[in-house]
């Protein structure tokens, strides 16, 4: 051991170790890795910096749902698709300067009746670069969306194949039509509402739903809550049809009512049944509002189903009332009002005015398709807010909106006026569903983190259909690859303006909403020459 008082001497001679050479050769190795690593480093964020883009998002928060990324960075985007997510500098022949907004991929609405021109331009305001008709759908499909490609899309839309649509014109004999008005025509024929459909009737309604699938359908919208009267063997046969072809269904519950028998409870009861025996993905629509003020027993219903492996998906819209025709059969029928939660006439509206019992009737009797607000729920109630916490902030539950087209006059309207004409009518969930999740339960409350919320607005929609339908495998994301739908927003000044009497507003705080990298909303104002929506649509079968 060497004592405290010995001292290096330079002179001296020391033994030396045959690995030293070997030591010297690896850190010498090591340098020479170092240095090659980080000249090709900065080869490659020089050719990063130097390639050009279509156009680079710079110095915005950029949340990628799926990855967790959530930090300052540049996104370059080229011929559509996301090219360079960096750190570092980009180049691009346009250039947003995204500092201190959000850059988030767009949203994707699994429900969405609104699909007019006009509806999917108030949807883009908000962020929605994508928007379906699933819960009800269309038919015929392939009609649908032939007619569909000639229009200007602002954004992405697509339907599924309507198993209404398709129960009317077996049981009534009428031919269905692509139209969502004809739809409400058809409410003025109660048969297709209450009955049991027979094997045959079964047959024409399988065979008309299976040819939309083969058309390219995104799946099967089961719009059961209008025609509570068909028969579970029915149900249960549209389910196994899915399963069939890897489809999934969308379903509007049989029943919303609170008491037993026939309660909103055995109707989620019967879609998870459905799921777990059919082997079909059933998709449960706006469960705030089927399940009405019974949402601590209906969701837990849902949510046990995903633990335990069935194929069940759940969306919801944060809104206490709902639209819906004033004809469906929910709103007939000895103690209907009762089974409602004890419903008042003064609970719907008709174009921001309340109806009265005489109002409520002549409606029916005169025009049943016609569009009303139901107030299932009072926001301002804690009890019952909290009963719409329950569903829109659940981390597993998609958000939806169940937009509604907007009625001119009386009339759907299929212009393409921008702003929509004066006087313009839709429930606000039509243009604010995604702007209120984001000020009121992200901003103003915390419900929801940022984060959570993006992913329940965008990645969560694209993984309930990606497994059926191959676009959405490259939608809900920000990554390299994946299609350029992106929206740019400042947190801080995002709102919903739309109010029940006075919906005809435009989402504010939405700088940018690009489809496909082309920019529709800028410097958030609509773009109206831009028309970069696509079909969503499954192959056509040959």
């Not at 908000?126 to 490609?149: C, K, M, R």
Request: aromatic share 8%.
């Amino acid at each position: 051991m060497t004592s405290q008082s010995e001292r290096f001497d330079p002179d001296t001679s020391y033994p030396t170790y045959s690995g030293d050479k070997t030591l010297h050769s690896n850190i010498g190795k090591a340098l020479s890795l170092t240095l090659l690593i980080l000249s090709s480093l900065t080869a490659s964020v020089t050719a990063l910096a130097q390639e050009t883009h279509d156009l680079v998002i710079v110095n915005g928060r950029v949340i990628d749902p799926e990855t967790g990324l959530d930090a300052v960075r540049n996104v370059g985007i080229k011929d559509g698709s996301i090219a360079a997510i960096s750190e570092f500098p980009l180049t691009g022949a346009t250039t947003i300067n995204a500092k201190g907004q959000v850059v988030a991929p767009g949203w994707i609405d699994l429900h969405a009746h609104g699909q007019e021109i006009g509806a999917l331009r108030m949807q883009a305001m908000q962020g929605v670069t994508t928007a379906l008709e699933l819960e009800s759908g269309l038919l015929p499909i392939g009609d649908w969306y032939t007619a569909e490609a000639k229009k200007p899309h602002p954004i992405n839309y697509g339907a599924a194949a309507a198993w209404t649509f398709a129960r009317i014109q077996a049981i009534t004999g009428t031919e269905a039509k692509a139209d969502l008005g004809w739809f409400q025509s058809m409410f003025a024929n109660h048969d297709w509402q209450n009955s049991i459909s027979t094997p045959e009737q079964q047959t024409e309604i399988l065979a008309l739903l299976e040819q939309a699938i083969k058309e390219g359908a995104i799946g099967v919208g089961v719009n059961a809550g209008y025609a509570p009267g068909n028969g579970q063997k029915e149900y249960f046969a549209v389910a196994q049809l899915a399963a069939k072809y890897n489809v999934p269904t969308f379903t509007h519950v049989r029943y919303a009512s609170v008491p037993e028998p026939k309660s909103s409870f055995e109707a989620v009861k019967e879609l998870v049944s459905n799921a777990a025996l059919a082997g079909a993905h059933m998709h449960l629509c706006h469960i705030n509002s089927t399940s009405m003020r019974d949402i601590d027993s209906t969701l837990p219903l849902v949510l046990n189903a995903q633990k335990d492996g069935f194929r069940v998906s759940v969306g919801a819209y944060p809104y206490g009332a709902a639209g819906t025709t004033v004809g469906a059969e929910m709103f007939r029928g000895d103690g209907w009002q009762v089974r409602m939660g004890g419903t008042k006439y003064s609970d719907f509206e008709l174009n921001g005015k309340r109806l009265d019992e005489k109002t409520f009737n002549d409606l029916q009797a005169n025009s049943p398709g016609t569009i009303i607000t139901w107030h299932y729920l009072d926001a301002e109630n804690p009890v019952d807010l909290a009963k719409l916490d329950a569903s829109v902030g659940n981390l597993n539950v998609a958000i939806e909106s169940d937009a509604m087209p907007w009625v001119v006059n009386g009339e759907n309207y299929d212009g393409d006026a921008w702003p929509l004409p004066e006087g313009a009518f839709a429930h606000p969930r039509s243009n604010g569903t995604f702007a209120k999740v984001l000020r009121f339960w992200v901003r103003e409350r915390g419900v929801l983190s940022l984060s959570d919320a993006v992913k329940k607005m965008s990645l969560i929609p694209a993984q309930i259909l990606e497994e059926s339908v191959p676009q959405m495998r490259k939608k809900g994301r920000i990554q390299v690859g994946m299609d350029a739908d992106i929206v740019v927003f400042d947190l801080e000044k995002v709102a919903d303006k739309s109010t029940f009497t006075e919906p005809n507003q435009p989402a504010v705080g939405f700088s940018y909403v690009l489809v496909g990298g082309v920019m529709v909303v800028e410097k958030g104002k609509l773009n109206t020459d831009a028309a970069p929506g696509e079909a969503i649509r499954r192959p056509i079968a040959e």
